[in-house]
């Protein structure tokens, strides 16, 4: 616990007290941190009692569960009446996608359901007449990284060797068209993820519930991993996207434990460090 405190105390040191830190070259940067470290390391009293909430020593207060989460019966309820205002739902009627040969992203496939998906995550400005991108594409999009590419970055992963026209099973996986070259560029479905919150995250969970509770009967052994894939990448996902600061200094001992780096410097909703 002293370990995260004393990385939130040089950070909070960086953002108020540094405000050239912009226009700091990397290598003054990186002296300016093992200067901070040093002085609060030397200062510190091990032997004080932290009070602090864990969420704030996690630079995750603004995170907290909010109001908006639906139960179970809330959410069938809103599915029953999501479909009696739409007749069609022309998607499943696709459905199998002869392009999609992959077990997983077929069983994947055919639990999403796309239009609620869609009013599930989507903000409140979202005006689908506007929008060539979709909030339920963004959201396949992060399920395909996850489960198949997690190794790369969100850079390379929005590239043609990812969804050029000759990877058919991707493009038709995120509902992208065939017959062009159309792709999402990283910073979006970045930006996708950082505005995601845990209420959004929680009513997709809430929805997949029911309807893996109805198959579970008849799942096989790649369905059920894929599942387990699933549930892991939500929870990995409570915590949302942050910007991010690589500063390498010398290894710093604090107690039993090691403060290696400050990299990345997590820093809060209000920290801006570029």
């Not at 009627?93 to 998906?117: A, G, H, N, S, T």
């Amino acid at each position: 616990m002293h370990r995260k405190n004393i990385r939130q105390i040089v950070t909070k040191q960086l953002k108020y007290d540094h405000p050239h830190w912009k226009k700091m070259t990397k290598k003054s940067k990186k002296e300016l941190v093992k200067q901070i470290m040093d002085e609060v390391v030397n200062n510190y009293d091990y032997s004080q009692i932290l009070d602090l909430p864990i969420e704030q020593l996690t630079g995750t207060e603004n995170q907290t569960p909010s109001g908006g989460i639906r139960t179970l019966s809330e959410m069938a309820e809103y599915i029953e009446d999501f479909y009696s205002a739409n007749l069609f739902n022309f998607d499943k009627i696709r459905k199998p996608y002869p392009e999609i040969v992959d077990q997983e992203l077929i069983f994947i496939d055919e639990l999403f359901d796309d239009p609620i998906i869609n009013s599930l995550i989507s903000q409140e400005d979202y005006s689908p007449q506007h929008r060539e991108i979709h909030p339920y594409q963004l959201f396949r999009m992060e399920i395909l990284k996850i489960i198949k590419y997690p190794e790369i970055s969100y850079r390379k992963f929005c590239s043609d060797e990812y969804f050029g026209k000759e990877r058919k099973q991707n493009r038709r996986f995120l509902r992208l068209p065939l017959n062009t070259n159309d792709q999402v560029h990283h910073t979006e479905l970045c930006h996708f993820r950082k505005d995601l919150t845990f209420k959004h995250l929680m009513n997709v969970l809430v929805y997949i519930n029911p309807v893996v509770l109805r198959i579970l009967s008849c799942m096989e052994l790649t369905q059920l991993s894929c599942l387990l894939k699933l549930i892991i990448l939500y929870v990995q996902s409570r915590s949302k996207a942050k910007r991010y600061e690589f500063i390498p200094i010398p290894t710093v001992i604090v107690g039993n434990a090691a403060i290696k780096e400050i990299s990345p410097i997590m820093l809060s909703d209000t920290v801006y460090i570029h």
